[in-house]
């Protein structure tokens, strides 16, 4: 299916080509309807952006791209065959983005979350090897870490990078699905919890597989459920 809207920028946009498809109207009389708007300022510089598209002979040609605002403010004065048909699905394009927008803006606020959760439990391997007399390696941290997530996504973090296709220098948090992100956070803090009680590394991963099972597991299940449908 070909997509209406296009991000541009981080901003939902559609073209006055795309509109002139849906709408059933030709195009330059579509750009024509926009450059009145333009003219009489019912649309502002940040209603649209002038821009080009490729024709069926593969040559550049002129089109404006239209911010939300924009394409509500032109759409009444467009008209055209398919008018209401068109209409209808591009505002259920726009309407999709912002959902999709706001869906993923919750999961960037989990995902930092998590990044910040970690903090305390690294503190805690250091403070923990420090009363041990010992100093916190490397390794330390990453055991732990691969503690957690062997438990929610079923692999360390060096193999979920391989069968992801993850680049080294890239959190993998930032693939992680919403509910991967809050059990990974739930376990970090019971683990913080743990290494500051000190508990040894069986003890930790006992509870914390108990804690992942009942607490998250079946969520985990029912949203890969969602996502695939």
Same mark, same amino acid.
């Given at each position: 299916?070909?997509?209406?809207?296009?991000?541009?920028?981080?901003?939902?946009?559609?073209?006055?080509?795309?509109?002139?498809?849906?709408?059933?109207?030709?195009?330059?009389?579509?750009? !024509?309807?926009?450059?009145?708007?333009?003219?009489?300022?019912?649309?502002?510089?940040?209603?649209?952006?002038?821009?080009?598209?490729?024709?069926?002979?593969?040559?550049?040609?002129?089109?404006?791209?239209?911010?939300?605002?924009?394409?509500?403010?032109?759409?009444?004065?467009?008209?055209?065959?398919?008018?209401?048909?068109? !209409?209808?699905?591009?505002?259920?394009?726009?309407?999709?983005?912002?959902?999709?927008?706001?869906?993923?803006?919750?999961?960037?606020?989990?995902?930092?979350?998590?990044?910040?959760?970690?903090?305390?439990?690294?503190?805690?391997?250091?403070?923990?090897?420090?009363?041990?007399?010992?100093?916190?390696?490397?390794?330390?941290?990453?055991?732990?870490?691969?503690?957690?997530?062997?438990?929610?996504?079923?692999?360390?973090?060096?193999?979920?990078?391989?069968?992801?296709?993850?680049?080294?220098?890239?959190?993998?948090?930032?693939?992680?699905?919403?509910?991967?992100?809050?059990?990974?956070?739930?376990?970090?803090?019971?683990?913080?919890?743990?290494?500051?009680?000190?508990?040894?590394?069986?003890?930790?991963?006992?509870?914390?597989?108990?804690?992942?099972?009942?607490?998250?597991?079946?969520?985990?299940?029912?949203? !890969?459920?969602?996502?695939?449908?």
């Amino acid at each position: 299916m070909k997509h209406l809207i296009k991000i541009i920028k981080g901003e939902p946009v559609v073209s006055t080509e795309v509109i002139a498809t849906e709408f059933g109207r030709r195009h330059d009389n579509v750009m !024509q309807n926009i450059r009145s708007l333009i003219e009489t300022e019912h649309l502002g510089a940040l209603d649209f952006k002038e821009s080009s598209y490729l024709n069926r002979q593969n040559k550049p040609q002129p089109c404006f791209e239209l911010t939300e605002r924009g394409f509500l403010i032109a759409m009444p004065f467009i008209g055209g065959d398919k008018a209401r048909d068109g !209409q209808v699905r591009l505002v259920d394009g726009f309407i999709k983005y912002r959902e999709r927008a706001k869906k993923e803006a919750a999961i960037q606020a989990e995902r930092d979350l998590a990044r910040v959760e970690y903090r305390p439990m690294t503190n805690a391997i250091k403070h923990s090897k420090e009363a041990e007399g010992k100093e916190a390696e490397h390794y330390h941290f990453s055991n732990e870490a691969n503690l957690i997530n062997r438990i929610v996504l079923g692999a360390t973090s060096a193999k979920f990078r391989k069968e992801n296709e993850i680049g080294k220098t890239e959190a993998i948090r930032d693939y992680l699905t919403a509910e991967q992100i809050r059990a990974i956070t739930e376990l970090q803090r019971a683990d913080t919890v743990f290494i500051n009680m000190g508990w040894d590394f069986d003890k930790r991963k006992v509870e914390l597989t108990s804690m992942f099972e009942r607490n998250h597991k079946a969520l985990l299940i029912e949203e !890969q459920h969602r996502l695939a449908a």
